[in-house]
């Protein structure tokens, strides 16, 4: 090859809003019916979230309307929602908008959004393809109402001010209106949008929401229920789950004086004793000042606090499940089958991030027979919709061996997950399924066993009672034809009663037949 | 609910390093086993694109070694890549390992990397795992060498130089070497790692591959031409796929004092006629400034871009594509089946961007036996192995009517697809599998059935020659004796010559029997 000139590469910084411009399949905005979907979805979990963090019950009204055509295939519609959530304050609402990765979702919390990125992903699909403002309303119940028109400068990722109100509060109203144009295909996307409102109904039945579509259709899912599960709580990272990186930023915040309240004031569950018989199994002075810990020395420290067997499991109570009787009932209400089993797993964790697995496994009745099993797909209340053969949980139910359970695939099954974290591990930013961590795995695993098992008994003994309903049949119709046989026989006339006999011979009670 | 008090939200700011460092499961950093894979796969990927992007034969060097026991299923491992690409600048060097969004990528013009993230993911992960610097020596072949060892602050999003070397280049010797240590799991990688440069090799012919694994197996991938394919050229974007915030941009930087030298300077195969006939078309006079366009009027513009009908497709020099004939190559090196073959698209374009399919479609050989079709997946060069389902490919040919080209799903089948793009619409930062975009569904749509035609001949054909064969062995069975028999009914004592009479009814030609 020898010497060669050549031409050099030059190099340049990019803004986050402009990488996911540039990249806006990452976050699920691939074609115009996809994004509506994202779009709402997007913007309908953040009003969701606004309530819920207040234990307020939801009330979301989101309207879609026809603005122009736009292509041959996509229109322009103007996205209004409103919601009765905590409110923003008026400093952070342009940033909220109109810069990415700005957000309040950066909290070892369960929430719906977790990026801080979907809502202005949608905000800036809207404005690529409309060039419109964005009008944010927004009050925290004060004496003020605060109206913003914004744009983002993608390649600063800035929010652009345009206009701002603001309007005395005469009503206390307190919650945010969000509107916006974007560039869709409504008559595609339909089908998904209006499968997502049932299913976050199902799984939020504390929540009233009203769709109110292009065509003036009216869809409403009534609350049917005002108590609320009990708001998520902010947590410490569980000790099995951090890295180095976390340590140090730890250890910098810290202004704990030694090893030992190090531990136990940033980390999840590890009490005074757990601390010290972790420090002595680290071979760590309980009295070090953790800001003098050498690179090497945290190192140790993060694969030690990975390797010590007895810190205790995370504690739920910084998640908000569903819990058993509230996803029976969602079940119930949505399939009505004849047989229901549910199950919630004990909280695990994976790279510290407690998370709950509630499974529930639904046979017969309203069961769709689609010639293959229903998976019914959630992560912290939101029904994933979208590429259900790469979610783990495609994996765990494709590995299963189902011949053990009874179970054969012709039959009428519906298989629930719901996976709670304070942070969902989802493989892609538009939130379409969950990645395969080990952890999770497992315990979707084990869950999946667990309503099995339960429902192989009901298959069992559904395949008893159909035995003993042939063998009953048989009995009921030669019994009755013997007894007149033998009455005759012996010359009597008054034929014997075979109903107790019958009965006598009867396995299971009288209701199953 | 009446007045209550509210607790605010507060919100903050993040750098997109820790954004990722967060949600690493976006960029395929799941599990140990995975994050092995990808680390490799993305510093391999920049090396090829640093040799190719200049016309070198690729040469790289990638050496996984054992370092040390991190947990039960995990180990320390350094990864060692080396390369005889372009070589970086030294000024440029610190960011390009040390910051996420910085790089040479953000061009229309085809790469293996493209999001400007990959490697300095890999980075990341060996840090946050291991918290140990990485270390890249450069040279573009000049006077000198240089060396760097660098972490990121994650937090800032900046690199951390902790030491800087410079030597004399005495050899002249051109490249990268990048060397850093991560856990990981490489029991566990290996089939995938291997399945990855058995692949990268057969669409990358011309490159020398070399990996040395932790066991000390020694795996290599010659080269078997130093033919190299046209280094792809920067483009323009295709008028069909501008954004309003695109056209923005073009604006803001461009000289042109008219719209005409505006669309014939910054868009895709625009000529003055062309240009000429567009102004017509959306009515607007071709002596504007582009400057001087409204809000409304760059909307109007853009819609109209998409409108037009007469822009001629986007041109494939741009593109780099294999070519039927390496990809004849490849696939018959790789599976020698008795029935290949290969279709290249015309170039097409989703949002702006051009793309080609090339399809290759094999059967019987050493077709692996599975039970279904063995589907190859490559996008710019690079193999697709996970995630196989949500693959747009996988949705085209589960869609497709395989009776219709008597296909049957028993039959041993190998369908190999390339995308080539300046863009490939990657739906996960990890490189998985590309999106459902329409534009490409529909390409690659008709690329498989065209190959399935030609197939369907060939099986058409052996389904005849089959009969044929049948129809014969009746014939040679029946006619030798219905001879005999006449030659004794008429007296005679010579039978007549059956051959011709065999022959003549024969409808293909001997070597197929």
Request: aromatic content about 10%.
């Amino acid at each position: 090859m020898g010497k060669r000139t050549v031409s050099q590469a030059t190099f340049e910084e990019m803004s986050v809003s402009d990488f996911f411009y540039r990249n806006r399949d990452i976050a699920g905005l691939t074609n115009p019916s996809r994004s509506i979907f994202v779009a709402i979805r997007e913007v309908v979990e953040n009003s969701l979230d606004a309530a819920e963090s207040q234990k307020i019950p939801p009330d979301v009204y989101v309207r879609l309307s026809f603005e122009s055509e736009a292509t041959k295939d996509t229109q322009i519609y103007k996205l209004r929602v409103q919601d009765n959530g905590c409110g923003i304050q008026p400093r952070f609402i342009p940033s909220a908008f109109g810069q990415v990765l700005y957000g309040s979702k950066y909290k070892l919390k369960q929430a719906r959004g977790t990026f801080g990125l979907g809502g202005k992903m949608a905000v800036l699909y809207g404005q690529i393809t409309t060039h419109k403002p964005v009008l944010v309303t927004s009050s925290t119940g004060q004496e003020k109402i605060y109206s913003f028109k914004l744009m983002i400068d993608i390649q600063r990722n800035k929010p652009i001010l345009l206009d701002r109100k603001v309007i005395t509060n005469k009503d206390n109203w307190r919650g945010t209106i969000i509107e916006f144009t974007l560039e869709g295909d409504y008559l595609r996307a339909m089908p998904k949008i209006i499968e997502y409102f049932k299913q976050t109904a199902m799984v939020n039945p504390y929540a009233n929401i009203t769709f109110v579509d292009p065509k003036g259709r009216l869809y409403k899912f009534t609350r049917v229920t005002t108590v609320m599960p009990e708001p998520p709580t902010e947590t410490h990272p569980h000790p099995y789950g951090v890295d180095v990186e976390l340590l140090q930023r730890l250890i910098q915040v810290s202004t704990c004086l030694n090893m030992s309240t190090f531990l136990r004031q940033h980390f999840h569950r590890v009490g005074e004793i757990t601390a010290q018989k972790f420090l002595e199994f680290a071979e760590l002075p309980v009295n070090k000042s953790p800001k003098k810990l050498s690179h090497d020395e945290i190192v140790k420290l993060m694969q030690n606090l990975k390797r010590y067997k007895d810190f205790l499991p995370p504690d739920a109570s910084c998640l908000s499940p569903l819990g058993e009787e509230l996803l029976k009932a969602g079940v119930m209400k949505e399939l009505n089958p004849e047989c229901l089993v549910v199950h919630q797993r004990k909280p695990s964790t994976y790279a510290g991030h407690p998370f709950i697995v509630e499974m529930a496994i639904a046979y017969g009745g309203g069961v769709p027979k689609t010639g293959g099993f229903v998976i019914y797909r959630f992560a912290n209340k939101i029904p994933l919709l979208y590429d259900e053969a790469s979610d783990v949980a495609y994996k765990v139910i494709s590995a299963m061996n189902w011949r053990r359970y009874k179970v054969t695939p012709d039959m009428p099954i519906a298989i629930v997950i719901h996976v709670c974290s304070t942070k969902v591990p989802y493989k892609t930013v538009g939130k379409e399924f969950i990645s395969d961590r080990i952890e999770v795995r497992k315990e979707e695993a084990n869950a999946i066993r667990e309503v099995s098992r339960q429902l192989s008994h009901f298959l069992t003994r559904q395949e008893h009672v159909h035995m003993e309903k042939k063998r009953l049949s048989i009995f009921s119709k030669y019994l009755p034809r013997i007894a007149e046989f033998s009455t005759t026989l012996s010359g009597q006339t008054r034929c014997p009663d075979v109903d107790k006999l019958l009965k006598s011979v009867q396995k299971y009670g009288t209701e199953e037949s």
